[in-house]
Antibody
Framework: QLQLQESGPGLVKPSETLSLTCTISGGSISSSSYYGGWIRQPPGKGLEWIGS???????YYNPSLKSRITISIDTSKHLFSLKLSSVTAADTAVYYC??????????????????WGQGALVTVSS | QTVVTQEPSFSVSPGGTVTLTCGLSSGSVSSSYYPSWYQQTPGQAPRTLIYSTNTRSSGVPDRFSGSILGNKAALTITGAQADDESDYYCVLYMGSGIWVFGGGTKLTVL
């Protein structure tokens, strides 16, 4: 059974860098059809896509966060990571990692987040 | 920047039918945006209901259905139940690896 698990510090000081890792078990991200993604949700607010990293290493970021984000992948270790620099209280959120899958061949092309982690609360506070 | 629009709130009677929509601040939603729908209850991770416009995720009851209605993606719940009371989010693929979530709809069943 595919599972994703976020890990990293739950408390980060303002101006520092938030670092999270997503470990995949029971499945793979080691295919050109898969990608890893990060999504966050501030307390009481909606979901925000942060960015994605593909098997190839290509990355795509939310334009509003692009200058502060780095997402990387280690397919041999079945994990991918998020770094968000210069954090402020506005970055306090539950951070979810997701596995994405796309297939544009055939009669029913698809692109979706096919598995979510349980989420990790990261609080930015001194 | 493109904004994905959803109704902030909606209510439905038990057993009733409700259609939630997902639109664009500019332009029309089509299947090329691979719209997905998620259900979220407090303290839980989102649960995928529908992906790629109208494909139900594994284990999702067939009273949840997705479609394109006019210029928007739509999620229809037929025969609403009390435990359908949740927040519902849509997300659209903008191309070039970019996704944008809607602001979510809070559905009340009463």
């Amino acid at each position: 059974q595919l599972q994703l698990q976020e890990s990293g510090p739950g408390l980060v000081k303002p101006s520092e860098t938030l670092s999270l890792t997503c470990t995949i078990s029971g499945g793979s991200i080691s295919s050109s059809s898969y990608y890893g993604g990060w999504i966050r949700q501030p307390p009481g607010k909606g979901l925000e896509w942060i960015g994605s990293v593909y098997y190839s290493g290509d990355t795509y970021y939310n334009p509003s966060l692009k200058s502060r984000i780095t997402i990387s992948i280690d397919t041999s270790k079945h994990l991918f990571s998020l770094k968000l620099s210069s954090v402020t209280a506005a970055d306090t959120a539950v951070y979810y990692c997701v596995r994405g899958f796309y297939d544009y061949s055939g009669e029913r092309p698809q692109n979706q987040f096919d598995c979510w982690g349980q989420g990790a609360l990261v609080t930015v506070s001194s | 920047q493109t904004v994905v629009t959803q109704e902030p709130s909606f209510s439905v009677s038990p057993g009733g039918t409700v259609t939630l929509t997902c639109g664009l601040s500019s332009g029309s939603v089509s299947s090329s945006y691979y719209p997905s729908w998620y259900q979220q209850t407090p303290g839980q991770a989102p649960r995928t209901l529908i992906y790629s416009t109208n494909t139900r995720s594994s284990g999702v009851p067939d009273r949840f259905s997705g479609s394109i209605l006019g210029n928007k993606a739509a999620l229809t719940i037929t025969g609403a139940q009390a435990d359908d009371e949740s927040d519902y989010y849509c997300v659209l693929y903008m191309g070039s690896g970019i996704w944008v979530f809607g602001g979510g709809t809070k559905l009340t069943v009463l």
